[in-house]
């Protein structure tokens, strides 16, 4: 075992060998070799290359050099692409502040018998007056963003619960195309960096055909969960 896994249990290692191909004598040779494809790259600033960081990629994409630095190249891109969205990127932006609040996301104290952090929201939380949904998209995007670090994390992954029940058609009117692509490419772009489950619970007074039918083809490769009214 390296340093770069000494945050692991022995059981979540052999997990990371058996599911994910990680191999502590390769570990550094793996990480150099994403490494030295980022000149491949000179259009993307990659602003971290660091081993600990470069190991969450190749997790993500068992160990596949190639996926895990075209993984890393779509992060940096997607903030290059969207850089008002990160611009004051933390827990006391007041947008962000708020939604946290109002918990977005809400996180369990326990973890499921698979070792992977709860997540819920609650659509009918969202209070418009106070923050935006790209506000909501950005405290999600910055809370998976400090729970990664956990290497723990990295390996078992995510449940992401969406519960919709009471969500009002005030509030479905803000769901447009624009923001719902914006909000669904960040997730998904979250959901590349670690295993995320994701079950929605379907049943809110503004949320319509229209809009599950929008949002299905981009979580096609989520879990889901439906529960109808």
């Given at each position: 075992m390296t340093h770069l896994q000494a945050g692991l249990s022995p059981e979540t290692l052999e997990k990371a060998r058996l599911e994910l191909n990680e191999n502590p004598d390769t570990l550094h040779q793996d990480i150099q070799e994403v490494r030295d494809m980022v000149i491949t790259r000179p259009d993307i600033g990659f602003l971290r290359t660091d081993d600990a960081f470069i190991l969450r990629f190749l997790r993500a994409r068992k160990f596949h050099h190639f996926e895990?630095?075209?993984?890393?190249?779509?992060?940096?891109?997607y903030r290059q692409q969207n850089l008002d969205m990160f611009k004051s990127f933390k827990a006391t932006d007041p947008g962000i502040k708020q939604a946290l609040k109002d918990g977005f996301p809400g996180g369990l104290a326990n973890l499921d018998h698979y070792g992977r952090k709860i997540l819920v929201l609650f659509a009918a939380n969202w209070?418009?007056?106070?923050?935006?949904?790209v506000d909501i998209l950005r405290a999600i995007l910055l809370s998976l963003e400090a729970m990664i670090e956990d290497p723990e994390l990295q390996v078992n992954g995510f449940v992401l619960i969406i519960?919709?029940?009471?969500?009002?058609?005030?509030?479905?009117?803000?769901?447009?195309p624009s923001m719902l692509r914006l909000a669904i490419e960040g997730l998904q772009q979250a959901m590349d960096l670690a295993p995320i489950a994701i079950e929605v619970y379907a049943d809110a007074q503004g949320l319509s055909g229209p809009e599950i039918s929008y949002l299905r083809p981009f979580w096609c490769s989520m879990a889901w969960l439906l529960l109808e009214p």
């Open positions: 895990a630095f075209r993984l890393l190249a779509q992060y940096f891109e209070d418009q007056s106070r923050y935006t949904l519960d919709w029940s009471n969500f009002t058609f005030k509030q479905a009117s803000k769901l447009t």
